[in-house]
């Protein structure tokens, strides 16, 4: 079974996150299938909405940490950023169902969706500075411009998890519902947009976020760099040495 599933259905794409056994951690396979997915949802005029989704326990555990160790983004063409690129500027419709924790960049990523749905067992979290690092995904304009900055501040400095209701109320997600039934509910909002007409759907979505778009690209690209840079530094060493060795982090001198 690949760890990404894609299928397609009454103009629906849906993309799962299948690697249960490892929290739904992403890998950089994971990010091209993904990337290649809303490449080809993109080009398909049979498909007017594309969902994301994980299970009901799990979201996304966010970037798999061996696998980001070995195979670090190196550039602009690295699947990571080539997904976030696509979704940063996927012109239709894009949904997210999120149930139990969406870590990293399992959070990050909805910012860049047109409607969110959660679990009541969603917990969403952005640890970058926990690991020496700093926000990618345009994360560190796109959660100051929904969560004002105060509450964006305390998300992206602290990086402790906030959960469904809270996310509701800063506007992350639109509606909580039982995380057994999340799929299913934003499978059927999907069906619904995947009705109605596409070039107004389209138009809709390019005058509300045309105005930012390249300010976002341009965020992600500087949020690149900086976070290529700081992953090679003390900070970043020490925050992933700690995890692979399952021991508290020592940043006292750094």
């Known amino acids: ?66 696998d980001f160790l070995n195979q670090p983004p190196s550039t602009q063409e690295s699947p990571v950023f080539r997904f976030l690129r696509g979704i940063a500027t996927f012109e239709k419709p894009l949904l997210a169902a999120v149930a139990g924790p969406a870590v990293g960049i399992g959070t ?57 209701e809270a996310a509701q109320e800063v506007g992350l997600v639109n509606r909580v519902v039982p ?26 979505k390019r005058l509300m976020k045309g105005g930012y778009q390249q300010e976002v690209l341009a965020k992600m690209d500087e949020e690149g760099q900086s976070f290529g840079r700081m992953l090679r530094e003390p900070a970043a060493r020490e925050a992933f040495g700690a995890f692979m060795e399952k021991r508290k982090p020592d940043f006292s001198k750094l």
Not at 130 to 142: D, K, M
Not at 144 to 160: K, N, Q, S, V
């Open 1 to 66: 079974m690949s760890d990404i599933l894609t299928h397609i259905d009454a103009g629906v794409m849906t993309i799962t996150f299948n690697r249960l056994d490892k929290k739904n951690s992403i890998t950089s396979t994971m990010y091209a299938a993904m990337a290649d997915a809303v490449a080809q949802a993109a080009a398909d005029a049979s498909v007017r909405v594309v969902l994301f989704q994980g299970h009901e326990s799990i979201f996304s555990a966010g970037n798999d940490i061996g």
């Open 108 to 164: 990050t990523m909805l910012f860049h969706c047109d409607l969110v749905y959660a679990g009541d067992n969603a917990a969403f979290s952005m640890p970058f500075v926990n690991l020496g690092l700093c926000p990618e995904a345009a994360s560190s304009v796109l959660a100051p411009r929904m969560f004002g900055y105060h509450r964006a501040a305390e998300a992206l400095l602290m990086g402790d998890p906030f959960f469904a």
């Open 179 to 204: 995380p057994t039934e999340v799929n299913g509910y934003a499978q059927a909002q999907a069906r619904k947009l995947a009705g109605k007409p596409l070039s107004s759907l389209i138009e809709t």
